[in-house]
């Protein structure tokens, strides 16, 4: 696709994202909006244009912090559902907590959204601003100035290799775990494949989400609404050699092992689309930021889903991105600036997320009786449950 105006020559700017994923997408947004007296000139790269996830079915969870961050700028995909409880408990074990929308005093928890919605409405933010596009385009590998002025960036299309000069370059290009190089991060293979899909059920109980623990690991069920609010996004943890087998399953064979695991507290499940498997770990940078590049999103941290914190965690990496760039310029400083704000929230985020999923997925049994204590003392201490749910809602902004 085109520029959306003329290049500057050479093609310098102040910031270029590579990656135009949810999490580019909104820090485009974000500076477009927030720094319109600096005049910062933007750039995003990507191998592939936005608009070619739009029909993409994966479900992605989204805080209600998150929803106040995105709703103002238009950028608030138009199939979001509603999560007015969540429910947590042990499959066959005790122990059970419930997170209601009302003690919070908030319109919902958080809320379901196809990815393919998520990054068209982001996508028609960014193409309303004065953003330039190189998209389809590689990045190349970077390169600093000896003077550390700028990063140089090379970029290649299908018939042409341009280079970029910019003074700030965001890393926003994420994958799953096991995609990206591990150097300078910390890593954990928790030895579990997630199987996902979309499922239906015969007896849906709406805008109530589902995390059931069980021998194998977690099983999330999140609302996404559609006809009789039966369908819902299924997020099933387990061996990796379990995972391969039931890969092989007919959809009816594997509903009905689905079934065995999580019980039948949604009446039975009808169908199953979209499915897919990929492996879990942790993979974390040590630092966010390098002299003038930065990373945000799952470029700087890859998630366990257990808690369905990884876009929620990036956005807020790109907002606090955003707010320092506009007060301080494309600038080291400004760099530094955000990594030091954001150091409080990622360990607090990455560290529950990688207790939750260390804790729930052995099959042992005192420890199974461990977490059946902790799910009761949530639910008998409001105080502690209600700091953990707003940090998984809104995590730690300075």
Known sequence: MSDVRPLPSPHEFDVTIVGAGPVGLALAAWLARRSASAALSVALVDAREPEAAAGDPRAIAISEGSRMLLEPFGAWPADANAIERIHVSQRGRFGRTLIERAEHRLPALGYVARYGSIVHALALAVRRTQTHWFTPCRALPPQVNAGNEFVTLPIQSAHVQRTLRTRVLINAEGGLYGEASTA?????????????????????????????????????????????????????????????????????????????????????????????????????????????????????????????????????????????????????????????????????????????????????????????????ALECLPPAKMALARQMMFGQRR
């Open 184 to 376: 300078k991060r910390a890593t954990r293979d928790y030895g579990q494949t997630a199987i996902v899909g979309i499922v239906s059920v015969s007896a849906p109980q709406p805008h109530v989400a589902w995390e059931r623990f069980t021998d194998e690991g977690p099983i999330a069920l999140l609302p996404m609404g559609g006809v009789r609010h039966a369908d819902y996004a299924l997020v099933w943890c387990m061996q990796p050699a379990q995972a391969a087998r039931r890969g092989a399953l007919s959809d009816a064979q594997l509903l009905t092992e689905l079934g065995a695991a999580f019980g039948e507290r949604m009446g039975r499940f009808e169908s199953i689309k979209g499915r897919a498997a990929f492996p879990l770990g942790l993979v974390a940078a040590h630092t966010l930021v390098e002299g003038r590049m930065a990373s945000i999103g799952n470029a700087a941290q890859t998630l366990h889903p257990v808690a369905g914190q990884g876009l929620n965690l990036g956005l807020r990496d790109a907002h606090a991105l955003a707010d320092a760039l506009a007060h301080a310029g494309a600038t080291p400083e400004a760099l530094a600036e955000f990594a030091r704000r954001r150091a409080l929230d990622r360990r607090l985020t990455i560290g529950a997320t990688d207790t939750l999923a260390r804790l729930f997925t052995v099959d042992f049994g005192p420890l199974a009786a461990l977490r059946g204590l902790a799910l009761t």
